[in-house]
């Protein structure tokens, strides 16, 4: 979803306005928007029905068991963005899991008075940054230099997590199984993109990337590394929805 300046924003906006459905939070609203190919638009709305942001998402069938340890306040202008610090497979005795990470959450406010430490169910995508794809885990192996630290197939560095001043990061650095892959096209703007359900270290992720990032189309049974950023839903049951129209009105014109 291209975005390049506030118009850029408000077009989108509007586009999804009669379609969006709302989840309230006691810092406001979201209104989300889905798509047949899985893609979503999270607006962000005050209680004084002002704009305040606007995220994307891709839903998916990943699922993830994450014990949820902090919520993370952004550092945005907009009380409604946030994340989540988590342990991915958590033991059963209530100590750590397979290892640390954080994500950003799309309805972050909805959750953030959730009492934790607690077990969940998270739909976790990754947004590419930077993608290599191999036809098998031969080919994998086969690719790594010996003079470099070689990664598992299935493995996860939270990147996020290295300080640099800048605090805690939604980012990852992943090498996965691929489960299933698709070429989908994004229903909004036309734009194409590839979607993969990817086994790893911890739990599944639904990978999603810019065509362009692709160089050659990813195969079942493949191996896929990056680096991402994550963007996760906690799986708790979602408030009673309602229906869109809010954009319209905020801004005076008609869908």
């Known amino acids: ?7 850029d924003v408000y077009r989108l906006a509007q586009s999804v306005d009669a379609q969006t459905q709302t989840i309230p939070s006691q810092d406001g609203s979201y209104l989300y928007w889905s798509s ?4 979503q638009l999270w607006l962000q709305v005050t209680p004084k029905r002002e704009f305040a942001g606007m995220n994307p998402h891709f839903s998916g069938p990943a699922r993830m068991k994450v014990r949820l340890t902090a919520y993370i306040p952004s550092t945005t202008p907009s009380a409604m963005d946030g994340s989540f610090h988590g342990w991915a497979d958590p033991t059963d005795d209530g100590a750590e899991g397979a290892y640390p990470f954080v994500f950003d959450a799309p309805d972050a406010s909805a959750h953030r008075n959730r009492k934790l430490p607690e077990v969940v169910d998270v739909q976790l995508a990754a947004f590419a940054h930077e993608l290599s794809a191999y036809d098998n885990p031969e080919a994998y192996d086969a690719a790594q230099s010996s003079k470099e630290l070689k990664l598992a ?8 997590l290295f300080g640099d001043g800048e605090g805690s990061k939604a980012l990852g650095m992943m090498t996965g199984t691929i489960l299933a892959t698709e070429r989908k096209t994004n229903e909004l703007t036309g734009k194409t993109f590839w979607w993969a359900l990817v086994q790893s270290l911890g739990g599944q992720f639904d990978v999603v990337a810019d065509d362009e990032l692709v160089s050659a189309p990813l195969v079942v049974g493949g191996v896929l590394q990056g680096s991402f950023w994550l963007s996760g839903r906690i799986l708790a049951p ?8 809010f954009f319209s009105r905020l801004f005076g014109k008609k869908s």
């Open 1 to 7: 979803m291209p975005v390049e300046s506030m118009d």
């Open 36 to 39: 047949n190919s899985g893609a």
């Open 153 to 160: 197939s299935e493995s996860f560095i939270p990147s996020g």
């Open 238 to 245: 979602p408030p009673a929805a309602s229906s869109g129209g």
